[in-house]
């Protein structure tokens, strides 16, 4: 079953721009990950915020979480044409469950 | 070497036949995953094995069947598909089934089931 929902679904920005990217998710979480997924590809690991951070940066990747909203976000600041990409939101619950579960899914476009 | 690899990258199949995906990484991870991804959708869980173990099945139909021979491999089995069954399969590791892990992907078998 989904646990998170992502949105926006799509979006479609010019090269050098910022692009935010939100997940919400239905239970309480260990911790929030982000994955990236090139079409037709396999998933690449970008980012993990544990459930007692609020704010994490890596490099241009900026994440925040906000577990009383159960939500959290992705910020790619300055993008560039390769950043174009589906990005997934995951999470394991925190009730034992040994599998990550994954976000919806936002398209990102970035037009050079 | 940090890859996971899956073969083959491409399959076709008829519903009557019978296949195997591969999956092999030489990490050390314990932890293994089939995941399975239709188009402009999130990856689905299918299985996971933990210490060559299987430790969750997603209530996946019986006409898939994973395989963990040992640590470093993991096969997804299939017999009798259906064309619904055309999908993204990816399989996955981790050092460990804990919640703090990563997960490393592999590209994916794209199956077509006629």
């Known amino acids: 079953s989904q646990q998170g929902e992502e949105d926006p679904q799509a979006l479609s920005i010019q090269e050098g721009e910022n692009a935010t990217m939100n997940c919400s998710y239905k239970?309480?979480?260990?911790?929030l990950q982000w994955y990236r997924q090139n079409s037709g590809r396999g998933l690449v690991h970008l980012i993990l915020?544990?459930?007692?951070?609020r704010e994490k940066h890596s490099g241009r990747l900026r994440v925040t979480l906000d577990t009383s909203k159960k939500s959290g976000s992705l910020l790619i600041t300055a993008s560039r044409a390769a950043d174009t990409a589906s990005y997934f939101c995951?999470?394991?619950?925190?009730?034992?469950?040994?599998?990550?579960?994954f976000g919806s899914g936002t398209r990102l476009q970035v037009q050079p | 070497d940090t890859e996971v690899t899956q073969t083959p990258k491409h399959l076709v199949m008829g519903m009557t036949n019978k296949k195997s995906l591969k999956c092999e990484q030489h990490?050390?991870?314990?932890?293994m995953y089939w995941y399975k991804q239709k188009a402009k959708k999130p990856p689905e869980l299918m299985f996971v094995?933990?210490?060559?173990?299987?430790?969750i099945n997603e209530s996946v139909p019986s006409r898939f069947s994973p395989e963990c021979p040992n640590s470093s491999l993991l096969n997804l089995h299939l017999h009798a598909l259906q064309p619904e069954d055309s999908a993204l399969y990816l399989c996955a590791s981790s050092p460990s089934d804990s919640s703090n892990e990563k997960l490393f992907f592999g590209s994916g078998t794209q199956l077509s089931v006629l």
């Open positions: 094995y933990s210490y060559e173990k299987l430790s």
């Open positions: 915020i544990r459930s007692n951070e």
């Open positions: 995951a999470t394991h619950g925190d009730t034992g469950r040994r599998a990550l579960t």
């Open positions: 990490m050390g991870h314990r932890a």
């Open positions: 239970t309480s979480i260990n911790n």
